[in-house]
Structure formats: structure tokens, C-alpha cells
């Protein structure tokens, strides 16, 4: 009878034990036959076997005995002595591993055994452990080290299924967390927060803070970061061209108002400035004059002094009048050399000064000795016409 005694981590970990049993078939000849025991006939990780004896010749081998698991791998392997016939068993793999290369280092590990907390290998250190590390996710058993995208990703899928080695939840110091992925530098629309990209405010294309933008979603445009639809003030829609982003610019020094383009121009100034060329200067240029909306231009006379409209002499078929060159004079006004003469005492319209065509009520027009005069009673030998023509 022999005695197989096994550890009882052994006997647990046996489906089966497979016993080589050395046979002699004649003188020097020799061969093996092996038994299938289930794990049933293992009793307290004792077996036992009846019936058996050594070899009779001198040259016996002793009983090998080996211990399969249900995956048929070889876990332990008997260490027979010649003098005992009790045989102990040493694992070839240290547990909670299935099966290594060396004691140490583990190619699988015992998945379904209650005693055995360690279920995964950890392919970075191949061992088994208990859990996947931080920086690694579970996938058929074992634990890989995630992405190098990521720092840390999905180590379980629900109930602990397999994680994902790109969905990541946090990055390197030289990455960006968003939305499971890890960036070099905030898309559009997020900033830097602590190793996280964060949503800018509404509107906000790009950020430096929550509440701080640096540029905004067409057709908004930028102001004292805070995106508008409508700029204040005194500021004006400017197109920046180097990365295509509206922006509201102030207008520029002394301009009260401007355009857009890619350089504000002023259309209207401050007070004591003048308007030439789009730009607001303290005083016109090249010998225009300021006009009456301060705008520079050249002078409307043939002469003038301090502004464009103050004119002190006129040309062609204008004459002046109070500063101004004029096409035609106004009522009791004629044009002579250029110039807007008052018309004689009382006359509404004359031609020269001596020339009264109408009269202002209730003169009368009298022509005597080649003039037309407005007189307020007609003279000896005259009387007033009936159809006289009158101005009020």
C-alpha cells in the first residue's frame, strides 16, 4: 500500500491524479502505465493505493506520481524516495499561479478557486494579483498597462468585466483630460484646468478662464472679454485677419466714431479735432479747411479764411454773400463783380441799384429818369398803375 499525502492547497487545485506506474517485462525491460484517478478518491489530500509493489529487480524506478488540474497543466510532481512509501508533492508554479516559467513568474492564474483572492495576472510584473494597479485595465483575465495616452484609464467594465485601455481618466503632467481622451492642448471652446480641459462660458471660442474670454464664436464679437452681439459705444465690429475672430476695437485717439476694416477709420470726431483721410487731427492739412461738420476739405471759394465755407471772394457765376459763395443772391440782394449788393432802399428785387424791379409794400415802384425807385407816394404828374405788381 502507499500513501500519497498532498498539501491541502494541492489537493484543491486537482481535478485528477494521473500515476505513472513503472512495470517490468522482462530482464533489463521496462516500461509505464498510468492511472486516472478523479478528485473524488482523494480523501483529506490523502490518497491511497493497495496492491502495489516495486519492481523485483534491482534496477526499479520508483512510482512517479503527478497532479493535473482541470485545464490538464501539471501542478505538482511527486519527490519519490526508494526507503518511503509516502510520497509528498512540491508545486512547479508558486500560487496562486497556474502556470510560469520560473516559481516567480507567471504566465496564468487560478481564476475560480474560493480560497485564492488573486485572480488576474499582471503582465507588467507577471504575478497574480487580487486587483488591476492604477495604470492598467483588466482584458481576459489579465492586467495591461493602459494606453500611453492615458495615466490611468477604465480598469473594469460593468461588474467587472473588461476595461478599456483608451478611455482614459486622467493623463501624464504633459497631457489634457477631455471627455475620457488625453490632448497636448484645449480644443476650441475649453482651457486648462488642473491637468482637465474645462468649458469656456457660452459663445466662448477660446478662454482662459470660466468667465474670461480670449475670442468668440462667429458672428459674436470680442470686448473686454465678454462675447457681444452688439459692441458699446464709441467701438466698432474690427477684423482681426490673423485668425479670422471679430473683435470689438475702441475707436481710434480724438475719433467719436468709425467703421470697420481692417484698420478703423474715424467718420466723426472729438471736439476741437477735424476729419481728414479717416484720422482725426488737431488742425487740416496740405491747405484744407475745416468745413461745417469739421470735416477736412479744400475750400468752396475762390478764397477763404480759417474754414471752407468762410469765404472771402467767389468766382464764375457764384457771388458772395455773408461768407458764402452763391448761384443767386437772395431777396433785396443783386450780383455784382462777384459780389451780392443790397438793392436800393424799400426794393424786394432789383437788378443793380438804380434797377427796382418790386417793391415791398406799400412802396410803390416809380421810374424816373431812367431808374426804378420804390417811392411811398407817386410824384407830381404820376398816379399808381392799377396792375402795379407788389412785394409783401
Given at each position: 500500500?502507499?500513501?500519497?499525502?498532498?498539501?491541502?492547497?494541492?489537493s484543491?487545485?486537482?481535478?485528477?491524479?494521473?500515476v505513472?506506474?513503472?512495470?517490468?517485462y522482462?530482464?533489463?525491460g521496462?516500461g509505464?502505465h498510468?492511472v486516472l484517478?478523479p478528485?473524488?478518491?482523494?480523501?483529506?489530500?490523502?490518497?491511497?493505493?493497495?496492491?502495489?509493489?516495486?519492481?523485483?529487480?534491482k534496477y526499479?524506478?520508483?512510482f512517479?506520481?503527478?497532479?493535473?488540474?482541470?485545464?490538464?497543466?501539471a501542478?505538482?510532481i511527486?519527490?519519490?524516495?526508494d526507503?518511503s512509501?509516502?510520497?509528498?508533492?512540491?508545486?512547479?508554479?508558486?500560487l496562486?499561479?497556474?502556470t510560469?516559467?520560473?516559481?516567480?513568474?507567471c504566465?496564468?492564474?487560478?481564476?475560480?478557486?474560493s480560497?485564492i483572492?488573486e485572480?488576474?495576472?499582471?503582465?507588467?510584473?507577471?504575478?497574480?494579483?487580487?486587483r488591476?494597479?492604477?495604470?492598467?485595465?483588466?482584458?481576459?483575465?489579465?492586467?495591461?498597462?493602459?494606453d500611453?495616452?492615458?495615466?490611468?484609464?477604465?480598469?473594469?467594465?460593468?461588474a467587472?468585466?473588461?476595461?478599456?485601455?483608451?478611455?482614459?481618466?486622467?493623463?501624464?503632467?504633459?497631457?489634457?483630460l477631455?471627455?475620457?481622451?488625453?490632448?497636448s492642448?484645449?480644443?476650441?471652446?475649453?482651457?486648462?484646468?488642473?491637468?482637465?480641459?474645462?468649458?469656456?462660458?457660452?459663445?466662448?471660442?477660446?478662454c482662459?478662464?470660466?468667465?474670461?474670454?480670449?475670442?468668440?464664436?462667429?458672428?459674436l464679437?470680442y470686448?473686454s472679454?465678454?462675447c457681444?452681439?452688439?459692441?458699446?459705444?464709441?467701438?466698432?465690429?474690427?477684423?482681426?485677419?490673423s485668425?479670422?475672430?471679430?473683435?470689438?476695437?475702441?475707436?481710434?485717439?480724438?475719433?467719436?466714431?468709425?467703421?470697420?476694416?481692417?484698420?478703423?477709420?474715424?467718420?466723426?470726431?472729438?471736439?476741437?479735432?477735424?476729419?481728414?483721410?479717416?484720422?482725426?487731427?488737431?488742425?487740416?492739412?496740405?491747405?484744407?479747411?475745416?468745413?461745417?461738420?469739421?470735416?477736412?476739405?479744400?475750400?468752396?471759394?475762390?478764397?477763404?479764411?480759417?474754414t471752407?465755407y468762410?469765404?472771402?471772394?467767389?468766382?464764375?457765376s457764384k457771388?458772395?454773400?455773408?461768407?458764402q459763395?452763391?448761384?443767386q443772391?437772395?431777396?433785396?440782394?443783386y450780383?455784382a463783380?462777384?459780389?451780392?449788393?443790397?438793392?436800393?432802399?424799400?426794393c424786394?428785387q432789383c437788378t443793380?441799384?438804380t434797377?427796382c424791379?418790386?417793391?415791398?409794400?406799400?412802396y410803390?415802384l416809380?421810374?424816373?429818369?431812367g431808374?426804378?425807385?420804390?417811392v411811398?407816394?407817386?410824384?407830381?404828374?404820376?398816379?399808381?398803375?392799377?396792375?402795379?405788381t407788389?412785394?409783401?
Amino acid at each position: 500500500m502507499l500513501s500519497i499525502s498532498l498539501s491541502s492547497k494541492a489537493s484543491a487545485l486537482a481535478s485528477s491524479l494521473r500515476v505513472f506506474i513503472p512495470l517490468e517485462y522482462g530482464v533489463g525491460g521496462y516500461g509505464s502505465h498510468s492511472v486516472l484517478l478523479p478528485n473524488s478518491s482523494l480523501v483529506s489530500g490523502t490518497l491511497t493505493l493497495s496492491g502495489l509493489t516495486n519492481p523485483s529487480t534491482k534496477y526499479y524506478s520508483p512510482f512517479l506520481f503527478t497532479v493535473y488540474d482541470g485545464s490538464n497543466n501539471a501542478i505538482a510532481i511527486s519527490a519519490p524516495t526508494d526507503s518511503s512509501k509516502t510520497y509528498s508533492f512540491k508545486l512547479s508554479c508558486s500560487l496562486p499561479c497556474q502556470t510560469c516559467t520560473t516559481a516567480t513568474h507567471c504566465l496564468s492564474c487560478y481564476t475560480a478557486i474560493s480560497w485564492i483572492p488573486e485572480v488576474y495576472l499582471s503582465t507588467s510584473s507577471n504575478t497574480c494579483v487580487d486587483r488591476c494597479a492604477d495604470g492598467t485595465y483588466l482584458t481576459n483575465g489579465q492586467c495591461k498597462p493602459c494606453d500611453p495616452s492615458c495615466k490611468t484609464c477604465l480598469t473594469y467594465g460593468t461588474a467587472y468585466s473588461d476595461g478599456s485601455p483608451t478611455t482614459c481618466l486622467s493623463c501624464s503632467s504633459s497631457k489634457l483630460l477631455l471627455s475620457n481622451q488625453c490632448y497636448s492642448s484645449c480644443p476650441l471652446g475649453y482651457y486648462a484646468n488642473n491637468l482637465v480641459c474645462s468649458a469656456c462660458m457660452s459663445n466662448c471660442l477660446t478662454c482662459t478662464s470660466r468667465n474670461q474670454c480670449a475670442s468668440c464664436q462667429a458672428p459674436l464679437a470680442y470686448y473686454s472679454q465678454q462675447c457681444l452681439s452688439v459692441c458699446p459705444g464709441g467701438s466698432v465690429y474690427y477684423l482681426n485677419i490673423s485668425n479670422s475672430q471679430t473683435y470689438c476695437v475702441g475707436c481710434p485717439s480724438n475719433c467719436q466714431l468709425c467703421t470697420s476694416s481692417s484698420t478703423p477709420t474715424c467718420t466723426s470726431c472729438s471736439a476741437n479735432y477735424y476729419l481728414s483721410g479717416g484720422a482725426c487731427v488737431a488742425s487740416c492739412p496740405g491747405g484744407l479747411l475745416p468745413n461745417l461738420t469739421n470735416v477736412c476739405v479744400a475750400c468752396q471759394c475762390n478764397t477763404c479764411s480759417m474754414t471752407s465755407y468762410n469765404c472771402t471772394s467767389c468766382s464764375g457765376s457764384k457771388s458772395l454773400f455773408q461768407r458764402q459763395c452763391l448761384l443767386q443772391c437772395p431777396t433785396g440782394y443783386y450780383s455784382a463783380s462777384n459780389l451780392c449788393a443790397a438793392c436800393s432802399s424799400n426794393c424786394a428785387q432789383c437788378t443793380s441799384s438804380t434797377r427796382c424791379l418790386y417793391c415791398y409794400l406799400p412802396y410803390l415802384l416809380s421810374n424816373q429818369s431812367g431808374s426804378s425807385l420804390c417811392v411811398s407816394s407817386c410824384p407830381p404828374s404820376t398816379i399808381a398803375s392799377i396792375g402795379a405788381t407788389f412785394s409783401y
